[in-house]
């Protein structure tokens, strides 16, 4: 993949000094609290020699982005940890690697957490590669000290990419889908002024917003991240729970979940 005129290379890593690379790049993204880093270099390790996923995304001679993940139940990737530095294109980079290595091993699904709250990834996952949110799992990781989550909660979504499915292998092809929102849809969480105040859900497609910038409101105005966190966990937590479905990402704010 080409990013600005110059080659985005992602590969498979098998060294410890690549590890160690991958560990201090995750540790510049994220800023670990002692003890509390989401993978270790002899973890990486591990994987990679066991057959999980372990690569790198190069911008030149640059490591600009890192990936790990393991087998998971049901013939699927987990995608445990990516991270990478600012800059269009690594992110995708890594995934349609991703998906390539795993449909190259007879995998058809990749699954992996995130934060419903961070609305770029919400996009970037449901919009741009045609994933979609199968679990809402409430302080799934417990409270998180690194410097971005910050102390917050650590609910996550459970996202599945079905490697095969026509949307995403449209998506993979970089053909643009964008998913269709009745005019009858109501908002069942909206944004005003910033802060969240939830609506109605009786209807069969329902709008959840999540903030415009999640991690600044974190250090900003930690109790209003804190309303938007629980309002969010209710409102979408509780639509998924009842058996909705999420189906898309809209105008880059809204979920948009609809009866089954």
Request: proline residues 6%; neutral net charge; without cysteine.
């Amino acid at each position: 993949m080409r990013r600005s005129g110059r080659l985005i290379e992602v590969r498979e890593l098998h060294e410890i000094a690549e590890f160690e690379s991958v560990y201090a790049l995750f540790d510049d993204i994220w800023h670990f609290s002692p003890g509390e880093p989401p993978i270790t270099v002899e973890l990486m390790r591990a994987l990679s020699h066991t057959g999980g996923y372990v690569a790198g995304a190069f911008d030149g001679d640059r490591l600009a982005g890192g990936s790990a993940g393991f087998l998971a139940a049901g013939g699927a990737l987990h995608s445990h940890v990516t991270g990478v530095v600012a800059g269009r294109g690594i992110g995708l980079a890594l995934k349609l690697h991703q998906r390539r290595w795993a449909l190259e091993r007879g995998l058809e699904r990749i699954t992996w957490t995130y934060d419903p709250l961070v609305r770029r990834n919400a996009h970037f996952n449901l919009a741009k590669l045609g994933a979609r949110p199968r679990e809402y799992l409430p302080a799934f990781y417990g409270v998180m000290e690194d410097a971005i989550n910050a102390g917050d909660e650590s609910d996550r979504l459970m996202a599945e990419w079905r490697l095969l499915d026509p949307r995403v292998v449209a998506l993979a092809r970089g053909e643009p889908r964008v998913t269709p929102v009745p005019a009858d849809a109501v908002v069942a969480l909206a944004d005003d002024g910033g802060r969240p105040v939830p609506g109605p859900v009786d209807a069969g497609t329902v709008l959840v917003a999540v903030p415009a910038d999640i991690e600044g409101l974190r250090r900003a105005d930690p109790g209003t991240a804190k309303a938007w966190r629980h309002a969010v966990r209710d409102v979408l937590g509780g639509l998924m729970a009842e058996g909705r479905a999420v189906t898309g990402f809209s105008g880059r704010t809204y979920y948009v979940v609809e009866r089954t």
